[in-house]
């Protein structure tokens, strides 16, 4: 059974920091794709980030850019999305999810074939 295990969320002021933390399990294949998305209060769901586990390749939403950094740990098979200089636009639940039909990464939740439950992030001004 694929598991996706989300964790790290919390409450954290303007300009803090936050490392949330995706740990896969169940599943084996060559290659797939792990993406972080978020849905905020009153809005759609969003998608933040993803990175590629053959080559580490990794995308990003314009809006955090510059502020937040997508990493794996295949030896751990877990994923991890460091958030630095949050911003009260950043509140939200974050969602991990994981693509096995199609190596490249997205930010469309509609290509991702698993989804872990949320973990919330709220950022207080």
């Known amino acids: 059974e694929v598991q996706l295990q989300a964790s790290g969320g919390g409450l954290v002021q303007t300009g803090g920091s936050l490392r949330l933390s995706c740990a896969t399990s169940?599943?084996?294949?060559?290659?797939?794709?792990v993406g972080w998305f978020r849905r905020a209060p009153g809005k759609g769901r969003e998608g933040v980030s993803c990175?590629?586990?053959?080559?580490?390749?990794?995308i990003y939403t314009d809006s955090v850019k510059g502020r937040f950094t997508i990493s794996s740990d295949n030896a751990k098979n877990t994923v991890y999305l460091q958030m630095n200089n949050l911003k009260p636009e950043d509140t939200a639940v974050y969602y991990c999810a994981l693509k096995i039909i199609g190596l490249s990464c997205s930010l469309y939740d509609f290509e991702y074939d698993y989804w872990g439950q949320g973990t919330q992030v709220t950022v207080s001004s």
């Open positions: 990175v590629e586990s053959s080559d580490g390749s990794t």
């Open positions: 169940g599943f084996t294949v060559d290659g797939y794709a």
